[in-house]
T-cell receptor, first 110, second 116 residues
Framework: AQSVTQLDSQVPVFEEAPVELRCNYS??????LFWYVQYPNQGLQLLLK??????LVESINGFEAEFNKSQTSFHLRKPSVHISDTAEYFC????????FGAGTILRVKS | DTAVSQTPKYLVTQMGNDKSIKCEQN?????MYWYKQDSKKFLKIMFS???????INETVPNRFSPKSPDKAHLNLHINSLELGDSAVYFC???????????????FGSGTQLSVL
C-alpha cells in the first residue's frame, strides 16, 4: 500500500521569498515521485518527476525537488516565487499505482 | 487546442437522477482515466482504460459505469445520483499503459458535480 502526506494545506508567502512545500510518502515497494500543479480553472499538469539517478530534479520554471529515501520525503522548493506561481500543488507517488496527496495551495502575495 | 477536454464543467442535479460526463483527448494516447477529487482534495483513481479495455476498476459503486467508444473517448455515466457523489471529477490520459511507473498524466480541467 502507498500513501502520500502533504503536511500543509495552504502556504502563504510574499513575492520573491523562498518557499518549501512538504511531501512525505510511505510505500512497501520502490516508488517514483511526481509533483503536479493545478492553476485556477485548469487541470493538473506535471511539474517535475523523480524516476532514478540524481535525487535533485528541476522544473523549467525554477522549482526543484529532492528525493530523500531515508526520510521518505520529496519536498518541493523554489528560491524566489512569483505571483504567477499561485496554484495548488499535488505530490504523487507511483509504486504499483499512482496515488496523490491532498494538495497544498500556494498563495503568493505582493 | 485543448489536449484533454471534458464536459460539462459544472453539473448540478437532484438526487436520484442519471447523468453523464464526457471526456475526449486529442493526444493519441492509449490510456484514459477517471479520477474523483473529494471534499478533502484527495484525488482517487476510479477507472482506467487502455485501448478501450478496462484496466483498473477501483472500489467504485456499480452506479458508476465508464464507457469507451474509442481510445480517444472515455465517458462516465452515473445512475441514481447520491449526495455523496458530489465532487470534482477529472479525466486524464497517458501514452503509457496503466501501472507503468513513469507515466505522465495529462488532465482535463475537471467537472464539478453538485448533487442536491
Amino acid at each position: 500500500a502507498q500513501s502520500v502526506t502533504q503536511l500543509d494545506s495552504q502556504v502563504p508567502v510574499f513575492e520573491e521569498a523562498p518557499v518549501e512545500l512538504r511531501c512525505n510518502y510511505s510505500s512497501s515497494v520502490s516508488v517514483y515521485l511526481f509533483w503536479y500543479v493545478q492553476y485556477p480553472n485548469q487541470g493538473l499538469q506535471l511539474l517535475l518527476k523523480y524516476l532514478s539517478g540524481s535525487t535533485l530534479v528541476e522544473s523549467i520554471n525554477g522549482f526543484e525537488a529532492e528525493f530523500n529515501k531515508s526520510q521518505t520525503s520529496f519536498h518541493l522548493r523554489k528560491p524566489s516565487v512569483h505571483i504567477s506561481d499561485t496554484a495548488e500543488y499535488f505530490c504523487a507517488v507511483n509504486g504499483n499505482k499512482l496515488v496523490f496527496g491532498a494538495g497544498t495551495i500556494l498563495r503568493v502575495k505582493s | 487546442d485543448t489536449a484533454v477536454s471534458q464536459t460539462p464543467k459544472y453539473l448540478v442535479t437532484q438526487m436520484g437522477n442519471d447523468k453523464s460526463i464526457k471526456c475526449e483527448q486529442n493526444l493519441g494516447h492509449d490510456t484514459m482515466y477517471w479520477y474523483k477529487q473529494d471534499s478533502k482534495k484527495f484525488l482517487k483513481i476510479m477507472f482506467s482504460y487502455n485501448n478501450k479495455e478496462l484496466i483498473i476498476n477501483e472500489t467504485v459503486p456499480n452506479r458508476f459505469s465508464p464507457k469507451s467508444p474509442d481510445k480517444a473517448h472515455l465517458n462516465l455515466h452515473i445512475n441514481s445520483l447520491e449526495l455523496g457523489d458530489s465532487a470534482v471529477y477529472f479525466c486524464a490520459s497517458s501514452q503509457e499503459a496503466s501501472g507503468i511507473p513513469n507515466e505522465k498524466l495529462f488532465f482535463g480541467s475537471g467537472t464539478q458535480l453538485s448533487v442536491l
